[in-house]
């Protein structure tokens, strides 16, 4: 939004420099985010938050400066001539709940030319484009004061006649930027005697507008519901600056001033005569209730007591009304253009605000407590170092998904948003794994081909009336691995592909911290995952993850141009588990002795079942057991299809003697014996 500063010292003389009012105006929470032109043609881009429509004009950001000054802030009164007979203007009011308060005025015998120059000249500095008068009238109004307002060609309403309601069905209304638009029965319209001629709040209608033909004017100035202005104007695709100031809830008290105004305009640049006096039907009366203020609360929240001067002054020229009201408190009426002002703190804050955050001491709260960590708050610390250290950067991405990805990636029962973004952003997530793959795509398609990622947060699930949370992980790789070191030992060579087995690895290292009797993998995972790369690890009984590549049609259904891999782990249940207490073991002082074993299995036959029934043997000594070598069928003529043929090493060492070659020589029997009754055969 942009503000003419110039056009402040309509209102307050400023007694600083462009420079350092946009500083300090900054400051009071009235953000300058940029100065453009100079002298008289300075320009303020402002950023105007949007629970303060009050100051989206330059009146209100004059109102401001007249605090942070205490200056006089000069009214805008509208000076009319003489009101000729009486107006048979009617206005009717069908909706009271959504337009409480209706204003209009008539001109006679106007004529529509050019705007005055220097209403021109300031329209054009805010980017608005001068029409007409009549038109730049409400524009100027618009800018000047706030108000929206709107100006109908008297002799092209059917039966001189105003209605507020609700369209019927069937009914179409051309609007003013030369759209035919199809009417909702839940559309506020403003309607003459037959037909809609304008949209109310958000935009007028084209075959009532003011042109150059137009001698009698209706000047319409109203307060409008700002939750049906928002829907009509997201339902039709229109955002106005009127709808913009509407939504965010105007003066009740504005619409007989800005109605004025805009007949002071028109009648200065076009003539013609004021007929009738100000027709103003208001359906039902807006207040703002009286808010107390404590002295004493005030000191609390602020750390010092403000002066009961200062806080007369600033609540004064803001345009409250201080009454004295208990021991130590005042009885604060909220004008009606602070539509953001409800509660006790609201003021405070605006005491703050215009008192000058920078003029406040530095001190701490008083706190009497302990600050403690959460339960898990350890166990967090340590697989996020992990991923870290792993190389994994941390994303954090919106807890809200679709219901169709809600649907695909998990099978708990979703919770749907009350009032949904999107249909993309319905439901809270039942699985990380939908917002993984969007960011690993985010990505891609910004040409970072080697993605590591990990993201910690909640999941959430429907239980009947409740809604359940659980912690989970998610972790997500693409690319290479080590690609800029691979380059560096082989110039000009291709880094190795991210794989699976490196996925399972950080899992590994990521589970291996945790204390545990049993932990096994196998390869019932969800079908998302690629069926041949994907694997679940069980702790302990429980399921603690899922990891794997994500399904090429799932992939590709997601134009995912690249293999990506995710694993997802349910805090909730490993971190029922503690970590494991580190616990220092000298080194042996005995050698170990290594035996190999090759043999040649049939693909059903998984290592962590041959793993198993080794390490089941019960040789205290048999300190490790791992695959060093396999060859799948097909792969040399040495082995057949179905079939694998895989080399072992097993280390045997004892902590208390050297092993005799004999005792080897029988654990290893017993070990080939094992590995036989699984189907194995040994070879030559």
Not at 332 to 356: F, K, M, Q
Not at 365 to 380: C, I, M, Q, T
């Amino acid at each position: 939004m942009k503000i003419s500063p110039h056009w402040l010292r309509d209102f307050v003389d400023l007694p600083v420099d462009y420079v350092r009012l946009a500083d300090e105006l900054t400051l009071a929470g009235i953000a300058v985010e940029g100065i453009y032109g100079s002298g008289d043609n300075t320009v303020f881009e402002m950023e105007i938050t949007t629970n303060r429509p009050d100051a989206m004009n330059h009146y209100g950001v004059a109102r401001e400066a007249s605090a942070l000054y205490d200056l006089p802030l000069r009214p805008i009164e509208p000076k009319l001539p003489a009101a000729q007979g009486k107006s048979d203007v009617t206005i009717d009011i069908e909706e009271p709940e959504l337009c409480p308060r209706f204003t209009a005025r008539e001109i006679r015998g106007a004529s529509v030319k050019s705007s005055p120059a220097h209403i021109a000249h300031r329209l054009q500095l805010l980017d608005q484009r001068p029409i007409s008068n009549a038109v730049d009238a409400t524009n100027y109004v618009l800018w000047e004061s706030g108000k929206p307002t709107h100006v109908f060609d008297l002799d092209l309403l059917e039966g001189r006649r105003l209605v507020i309601r609700k369209a019927r069905a069937g009914e179409t209304l051309k609007t003013l930027d030369g759209v035919e638009r199809k009417l909702s029965t839940d559309d506020l319209v403003v309607a003459d005697a037959k037909k809609p001629v304008g949209l109310a709040g958000v935009m007028g209608g084209f075959d009532t507008m003011i042109t150059e033909k137009t001698k009698n004017i209706l000047i319409e100035s109203a307060w409008w519901d700002p939750v049906t202005v928002r829907r009509m104007s997201k339902r039709h695709g229109i955002h106005t600056d009127a709808s913009h100031r509407f939504e965010r809830g105007a003066d009740f008290e504005s619409t007989v001033p800005s109605t004025d105004r805009v007949a002071q305009l028109i009648l200065e640049s076009g003539g013609g005569a004021l007929v009738g006096g100000v027709i103003d039907v208001i359906a039902r009366q807006l207040d703002l209730a009286p808010v107390e203020l404590d002295l004493r609360e005030v000191r609390r929240i602020l750390g010092e007591q403000l002066s009961t001067i200062e806080i007369n002054r600033i609540l004064s020229r803001l345009g409250f009304t201080v009454l004295p009201g208990g021991e130590d408190s005042y009885l604060v009426h909220i004008p009606s253009w602070r539509l953001d002002v409800e509660r006790e703190i609201d003021i405070i804050e605006e005491l703050a605000r215009l008192h000058g955050y920078d003029k406040f001491p530095n001190t701490l709260p008083a706190y009497s407590g302990e600050v403690r960590d959460l339960p898990d708050a350890h166990k967090d610390a340590r697989l996020r170092s992990s991923l870290l250290a792993l190389g994994y950067n941390e994303a954090i991405s919106l807890t809200f998904i679709s219901k169709d990805d809600a649907r695909r990636f998990s099978t708990a029962p979703e919770l749907d948003l009350a009032n949904p973004l999107s249909d993309e952003a319905s439901v809270m997530r039942t699985s990380l794994v939908p917002s993984m793959l969007n960011m690993l795509a985010y990505n891609l398609n910004r040409g970072s081909d080697n993605v590591r990622l990990f993201e910690a947060g909640n999941v959430f699930e429907a239980s009947g009336a409740k809604a359940l949370e659980a912690k989970r992980i998610c972790i997500g790789a693409t690319g290479n691995v080590d690609a800029e070191v691979v380059r560096g030992l082989a110039p000009g060579a291709a880094a190795r592909p991210f794989s699976f087995f490196d996925l399972k690895g950080d899992v590994e290292g990521l589970l291996a911290p945790f204390s545990q009797w049993t932990l096994y993998y196998d390869s019932q995972t969800a079908d998302y995952y690629h069926p041949g790369r994907s694997a679940r690890a069980v702790l302990d009984g429980a399921m603690v993850a899922q990891f794997g590549q994500i399904h090429p049609d799932v992939a590709a259904a997601r134009k995912l141009r690249q293999d990506i891999f995710v694993a997802e782990i349910y805090l909730d249940r490993l971190y029922q588990h503690d970590l494991r207490q580190a616990r220092y073991e000298a080194l042996p002082r005995f050698p170990a002795v290594e035996r190999d074993f090759s043999f040649m299995f049939d693909d059903g036959v998984e290592f962590a079942k041959i793993h198993e029934s080794v390490m089941g043997l019960g040789i205290a000594e048999l300190r490790s057991f791992v695959p060093l070598e396999i060859f799948r069928g097909g792969s040399t003529v040495f082995v057949t299809p179905g079939k694998y043929s895989i080399l072992m090493r097993a280390r045997l060492q004892s902590s208390e003697r050297t092993l005799r070659d004999d005792e080897v020589a029988q654990w290893a029997g017993r070990i080939s014996k094992a590995l036989e009754e699984l189907g194995g055969l040994q070879r030559a």
